[in-house]
């Protein structure tokens, strides 16, 4: 079985700081990786994901994460925050076979303030 | 791509009474999936579509809980007897082939 440990559960920043979000998984097999970000009373959107080859995939907005295969990491970087990146965080994992399904950490929310 | 729509968006019920959400996934999507989401956590997956058959149920899955996605296009989700462990919100995805999942805003499940 495949989880997700998301080891803190809210980062304060203020505007224009740089930003990480970690996150590690466990599987016995090959996964792919994903972050996913959620505004108040909405669905989850797809940030950036990690199926194959560079393990340095970005963002259109700036953010950026890495696939660490012996740290069994894929932390969430961004290099500047803005105010409106304030959400939930999710990063998630899903084998390449089978159904499919994605399994979730339990979400870190980010707090940009001015 | 009109996305994945939700509906309703809210619903308040007493404990007891059934409810149903529909799920209209992204056309041309063959995988549809149902997560649920306690506040403070992330979704948990509850069941599987592919096409019309349903492949995979979580043991979250009671039986009081059913879901179809007859011809293989919008999915119901149906809670029977509700009970108040059953506040969360509920999410629907759709995807095809091997790509990322689509997720819709949700619906929002309250019980008095």
């Known amino acids: 079985a495949q989880s997700v440990t998301q080891l803190d559960s809210q980062v304060p920043v203020f505007e224009e700081a740089p930003v990480e979000l970690r996150c590690n998984y466990s599987?016995?097999?090959?996964?792919?990786l994903f972050w996913y970000v959620q505004y108040p009373n909405q669905g989850l959107q797809l940030l950036l994901k990690?199926?194959?080859?560079?393990?340095l995939v970005e963002s259109i907005n700036g953010f950026e994460a890495e696939f660490n295969k012996s740290q069994t990491s894929f932390h969430l970087r961004k290099p500047s925050v803005h105010i409106s990146d304030t959400a939930e965080y999710f990063c998630?994992?899903?084998?390449?076979?089978?159904?499919?399904?994605?399994?979730f950490g339990t979400g870190t929310r980010l707090l940009v303030s001015p | 791509d009109t996305g994945v729509s939700q509906n309703p968006r809210h619903k308040i019920t007493k404990r007891g009474q059934n409810v149903t959400f529909r799920c209209d996934p992204i056309?041309?999507?063959?995988?549809l999936y149902w997560y649920r989401q306690t506040l403070g956590q992330g979704p948990e997956f509850l069941t599987y579509?592919?096409?019309?058959?349903?492949?995979?149920k979580s043991r979250l899955l009671s039986d009081r809980f059913s879901a179809e996605r007859p011809k293989g296009s919008f999915s119901t989700l149906e809670i029977q007897r509700t009970e108040q462990g059953d506040s969360a919100m509920y999410l629907c995805?759709?995807?095809?082939?091997?790509?990322?999942?689509?997720f819709g805003d949700g619906t929002r499940l309250s019980i008095l």
């Open positions: 056309s041309e999507h063959n995988r």
């Open positions: 995805a759709s995807t095809r082939d091997n790509q990322p999942q689509h």
């Open positions: 990690y199926l194959s080859g560079s393990t």
């Open positions: 599987s016995s097999v090959s996964v792919y």
């Open positions: 998630a994992v899903r084998l390449n076979t089978g159904f499919q399904k994605l399994v």
């Open positions: 579509f592919q096409n019309e058959a349903q492949l995979e």
